[in-house]
């Protein structure tokens, strides 16, 4: 049997494991939740209208179904924590729980392990980005008669964020004894770390166009409408923020910055987890 | 033809703990041998270096002539392993976790649908085939870890303390699957349990505090020390 055959078998079988738990379930139906909300606040409160209130009129942005779009589909955090909810405990749980004991010594490689396992948490979670983006389409088709086609650059990039955040989290799952703790460092990462090293690197004058969580950030980009136009408005003067440098994201350089950070942490897990003793 | 099992100079510290002290044994084709030695003696950490779940500080292990540091794959396709207190994924069936290790070991979907309901029947589990694993008991557990090493007909057994947590009929049960598959089989366990040493194996190495300290047949040892707790006893002195 060879490796790429082990491989479907074990990304099947730990698939049938993430479907099967409740979490899963739980991530679908606060997922519907946050987009129907999302839908319902940009709707019920008039948005686009009371965002720019504070923007001269002749440079105000309608409403539109792209302006719309940059509203809804615009969920990097749902990515972040759909995919740190798969992914954080899929290897340390093998260690914890013990049933290593029972998948190890079987003849397959820990690269295919490892390789399958993330297949699965990238199914588990593209699932819950797709309903995501479905119920959004159906929303701009209902409203606006048309999807506009900067959907797609926004799902890939999506999806392309959820890729690394899962790679980021399997390190962690890789390194540490249990998966609660490889969730929250994970979050913690992504989160807060990144973060602040973006913000300072911004405040700093530099475009922190090179981290994860910056890149992430480009899925609201992809449709030619602004979120910082729009919402320049509120914070004064189109600043996003006193003193930090506004630099718009480029969809494409943000897919492969990603895509660099999803191949090479993923990397580094394996490496890591084939060196991992079942002590 | 090569040893069934072939252990040379294994040593493996853990953190400078020694837990393994340059042990060596062979075991030959179809025979049954037990790693006996009390609690912390190395077993366990023997058991997996064989299945390659660690690697030892020095020395090799072969499975059937095969390097398991060198061909871990490999050699482990030769066995059929239980190790320290097996845990099973909760939210999966015994069909679909057998199913699940059956495909990894080679075996087609066909020759599971009869292989499964065969070895659950052997443990008698075959009225859980179709239930949630998150609802068994340790020996039920226990015994579907048998199951499993048993599934893919492999030549040699290497068990850790394999009537953990069974009830008597349990134990019993076991040990009498244990013994129809020794007459085919290189059954290699660990156990702290004379008794069911004595039952299940003709052939025991004595290990203590990671040194082995007699490899020999059980009735020559009785014979030498008067009873085999005798010699255990006499083997393993200073041990807590």
């Not at chain 1, 999807?147 to 392309?160: D, F, H, K, N």
């Not at chain 1, 390190?171 to 540490?176: C, G, H, M």
């Not at chain 1, 509120?234 to 494409?252: D, I, K, V, W």
Request: aromatic letters at 10%; a positive charge; one cysteine or more.
């Amino acid at each position: 049997m060879s490796e790429f055959e082990k491989l479907k078998v074990v990304t099947k079988y730990e698939l049938l494991k993430q479907i099967r738990r409740k979490r899963f379930y739980g991530a679908l139906a606060l997922t519907v939740l946050a987009v129907v909300l999302t839908i319902g606040l940009y709707k019920g409160l008039n948005l686009p209208e009371k965002m720019q209130q504070n923007i001269p009129v002749t440079m105000r942005i309608s409403d539109s179904a792209d302006l719309f779009a940059v509203f809804v589909t615009s969920m990097g955090s749902l990515a972040v924590f759909s995919a740190v909810f798969f992914a954080g405990d899929t290897i340390a749980s093998e260690f914890e729980r013990k049933t290593g004991y029972i998948l190890f010594p079987n003849p397959v490689n820990r690269i295919t392990i490892v390789v399958g396992k993330y297949l699965a948490c990238f199914i588990a979670t593209a699932t819950i980005i797709l309903v995501a983006y479905m119920i959004s389409a159906g929303a701009l088709l209902v409203f606006y008669g048309q999807i506009p086609g900067g959907i797609v650059g926004s799902l890939g990039l999506a999806l392309m964020l959820s890729c690394t955040v899962i790679s980021l989290a399997f390190i962690f799952s890789s390194v540490l004894k249990g998966g609660m703790g490889a969730t929250i460092a994970t979050l913690l990462t992504y989160m807060v770390i990144f973060s602040v090293i973006s913000m300072s690197l911004s405040y700093a004058g530099y475009d922190p166009w090179f981290m994860p969580d910056r890149a992430g950030d480009a899925m609201a980009a992809t449709y030619g409408v602004s979120f910082g136009d729009v919402s320049g408005g509120m914070m004064g003067g189109g600043q996003m923020m006193a003193g930090m440098l506004r630099a718009s994201q480029n969809p494409t350089l943000s897919f492969f910055v990603l895509l660099g950070y999803a191949i090479a942490l993923l990397g580094v897990s394996i490496w890591v987890t084939k060196r991992r003793e079942m002590i | 033809m090569p040893d069934s099992i072939l252990v040379k100079g294994l040593t493996r510290y853990y953190n400078g703990f020694l837990a393994l002290d340059n042990l060596s044994l062979r075991v030959k084709w179809n025979e049954d041998v037990a790693l006996l030695g009390p609690n912390g003696a190395g077993k366990t950490t023997a058991l997996k270096i064989l299945c390659g779940l660690i690697r030892p500080s020095k020395g090799t292990a072969y499975l059937a002539g095969i390097n398991v540091m060198e061909e871990r794959e490999r050699a482990i396709s030769q066995v059929g392993a239980i190790l320290e207190t097996p845990e099973f994924y909760p939210f999966l069936t015994p069909n679909e976790t057998l199913r699940y290790l059956g495909r990894l070991r080679g075996m087609s979907e066909r020759e599971l649908d009869d292989r499964i309901m065969e070895v659950l029947k052997l443990i008698r589990l075959e009225d859980w085939v179709n239930v949630k694993i998150e609802k068994f008991s340790r020996g039920m557990k226990q015994r579907l870890a048998l199951a499993q090493a048993l599934l893919h007909d492999p030549p040699i057994l290497i068990l850790d303390e394999p009537s953990l947590g069974l009830d008597p009929r349990g134990m019993v049960e076991i040990r009498n699957i244990l013994k129809e598959a020794r007459k085919k089989k290189t059954v290699f366990f660990a156990s702290h349990l004379l008794t069911e040493v004595e039952q299940i194996c003709k052939k025991v190495a004595i290990i203590d505090r990671g040194k082995l300290r007699a490899y020999d047949d059980i009735a020559r040892l009785k014979k030498k020390y008067r009873s085999f707790e005798r010699a255990y006893l006499k083997l393993t002195e200073g041990s807590i």
